[in-house]
């Protein structure tokens, strides 16, 4: 096979094994596909600039199609991960084994020479973040159902890698832009698992793009503290987006509306959160679910870690089989003061605003400045399965 063939020329001097041994153990390990680089090509048609359909974190993402004719996306990493072959192939039979119908299936890679490619199932209709978020530029209406419908389902998925995958996966990246939907607009979780496969020195939480901040739980992105909770706090951001229709974060909004989670809080502890809810709908919408959405969003927010539901409970709130109103709902954590310094920009380089950046828990989000977009953040933090 191609791959092996390149495989050993490049491991040839960097190991003691002999190319055998290292093809014995490698059958042993994968159960994973493997794409030569060639057969990525011409799916791509040679990674033609036509093809491709968004660039991340982690690299650009090209449509292309599969001999057989299956389409599929292709996304390719950025950074030469320094793992080894071996570790890279026993991170992605691990993602690569999951299979949940709200998550984005990996079909397999490509490791040849310094290539580091992922292939994926292709979702014909986009992200949360082009088409319910993108300011209008899809066709798509999403009625309260199907909004019910994909957040039920982002939380069946979000709950499957938590609490039924072994060791469980924290996702680190929940938010719009990897919530793909299929023709169906059925909501698959994409990107997770990727946080092991890249450099440790790339393991950061862009926020390159605005938003991003915004769902980051205070906990994870003052001190590094990465668990599950901060991926449930993620999804109460995301939630809220979804009822609402509108992006975490929206500056030319009046100032008292411009950050959503506040916004969110003021209205409920007003008592009027139905009035948060995505105006397109024209009313048509069960406001007592509608609500019951917001809350469960204010619950998955909530600035003490430990409040905040795990995800099967979540998915019991939302499906109306757990009741949420004996539950106390405790205000938002926000990362005010952090992202005051930040955005504020080059005064303070960012190792000064890591080391003197502090999270007010009652204070609310104050930026001065109209530039999100241009904030830029990148810390690593310890990857913890454990909590
Ligand atoms: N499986 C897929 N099917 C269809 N489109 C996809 C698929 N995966 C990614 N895309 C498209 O490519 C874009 C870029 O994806 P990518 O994951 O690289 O970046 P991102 O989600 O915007 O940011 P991040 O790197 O933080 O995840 C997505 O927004 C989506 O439009
Ligand atoms: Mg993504």
Redesign the pocket.
């Known amino acids: 096979m191609p791959f092996f063939s390149c495989l050993f020329s490049r491991r040839a001097g960097s190991s003691t094994k002999r190319p055998f041994e290292v093809v014995e153990e490698l059958s042993g390990i994968h159960k994973t596909k493997l794409y030569t680089y060639k057969e990525l090509r011409i799916a791509t048609d040679d990674f033609s600039p036509i093809n491709k359909?968004?660039?991340?974190?982690?690299?650009?993402?090209y449509?292309g199609r599969l001999k057989g004719g299956r389409l599929?996306?292709i996304?390719v990493l950025s950074a030469e991960s320094r793992q080894g072959v071996k570790e890279f192939l026993t991170e992605i039979n691990m993602i690569s084994e999951i299979e949940h119908e709200n998550l984005?299936k990996l079909y397999g890679c490509c490791l040849e020479e310094n290539h580091r490619i992922l292939v994926?199932?292709?979702?014909?209709n986009?992200?949360l973040?082009?088409t319910l978020l993108g300011g209008g530029h899809s066709s798509i209406q999403f009625s309260w159902r199907t909004r019910s419908r994909i957040s039920i389902g982002i939380a069946r998925g979000l709950a499957f890698l938590h609490e039924e995958v072994r060791p469980h996966i924290v996702h680190r990246?929940i938010?719009a832009?990897?919530i793909?939907l299929d023709k169906d607009l059925m909501p698959?979780i994409?990107?997770f698992g990727?946080a092991k496969l890249i450099p440790p020195n790339m393991t950061h939480?862009?926020t390159r793009?605005a938003g991003?901040i915004g769902y980051l739980a205070p906990e994870y992105a003052i001190r590094g503290q990465l668990t599950r909770k901060a991926d449930i706090y993620s999804f109460g951001v995301l939630l809220v987006e979804i009822v609402s229709g509108r992006c975490n974060t929206n500056t030319r909004l009046p100032i008292e509306e411009q950050y959503l989670l506040e916004r969110t809080w003021q209205l409920y502890e007003r008592r009027e959160l139905v009035g948060l809810v995505d105006s397109s709908l024209n009313g048509d919408f069960d406001a007592e679910e509608a609500c019951r959405f917001l809350k469960i969003g204010l619950l998955c927010t909530q600035d003490t870690p430990k409040l905040r539901p795990s995800m099967s409970t979540v998915v019991k709130m939302l499906t109306g089989e757990k009741d949420i109103d004996g539950d106390k709902i405790t205000k938002p954590g926000l990362i005010s003061d952090f992202m005051d310094l930040k955005v504020r920009g080059p005064e303070k380089s960012s190792s000064e605003m890591k080391n003197t950046s502090s999270y007010n828990p009652s204070s609310s989000y104050n930026l001065s400045t109209q530039n999100t977009s241009c904030a830029t953040m990148t810390f690593t933090a310890p990857y913890d399965r454990s909590t």
């Not at 994926?120 to 014909?124: A, F, G, I, S, T």
Request: hydrophobic letters at 35%; charged letters at 20%; glycine letters at 12%.
């Open positions: 359909i968004g660039e991340g974190g982690f690299g650009s993402v449509k599929a996306a996304k984005v994926y199932n292709y979702l014909e986009n992200s973040a082009q990246d938010k832009s990897n793909l698959k994409s990107d990727l939480v862009s793009v991003t």
